[in-house]
Nanobody, 127 residues
Framework: QVQLQESGPGLVKPSQTLSLTCTVT??????????WSWIRQPPGKGLEWMGA???????DYSPSLKSRTSISRDTSKNQFTLQLSSVTPEDTAVYYC???????????????????WGQGTQVTVSS
């Protein structure tokens, strides 16, 4: 059973870079054709897919966030990391890491394809 756990600071100042890490247990981030994604939910709004890294290491990002988002991985620690630059208060949200084994083309952008989720971590952008 794959399990995911987010970690990182809960408060980030405007214009800084938000950095979160997802630690995966029960499965390797380099095998089994998983997509490993970051998804967020601002207060009072729905879930938003931000980007993913595949088991091959290939990345894909939401067009609306692509210029500010980077997802990388540390295979030795079985972790993947989100960096979101130039944050504003509108980036305040609960951030989740999640995993999917979907196989259809483009399925990794669909939130309902994700079977495994971390518990989520609140990040507030404020001075």
């Amino acid at each position: 059973q794959v399990q995911l756990q987010e970690s990182g600071p809960g408060l980030v100042k405007p214009s800084q870079t938000l950095s979160l890490t997802c630690t995966v247990t029960g499965g390797s981030i380099t095998t089994n054709d998983y997509y490993w994604s970051w998804i967020r939910q601002p207060p009072g709004k729905g879930l938003e897919w931000m980007g993913a890294i595949g088991s091959s290491g290939r990345t894909d990002y939401s067009p609306s966030l692509k210029s500010r988002t980077s997802i990388s991985r540390d295979t030795s620690k079985n972790q993947f990391t989100l960096q979101l630059s130039s944050v504003t208060p509108e980036d305040t949200a609960v951030y989740y890491c999640a995993a999917s084994q979907c196989s259809d083309y483009g399925c990794h952008v669909l939130i309902n394809e994700y079977d495994y989720w971390g518990q989520g971590t609140q990040v507030t952008v404020s001075s």
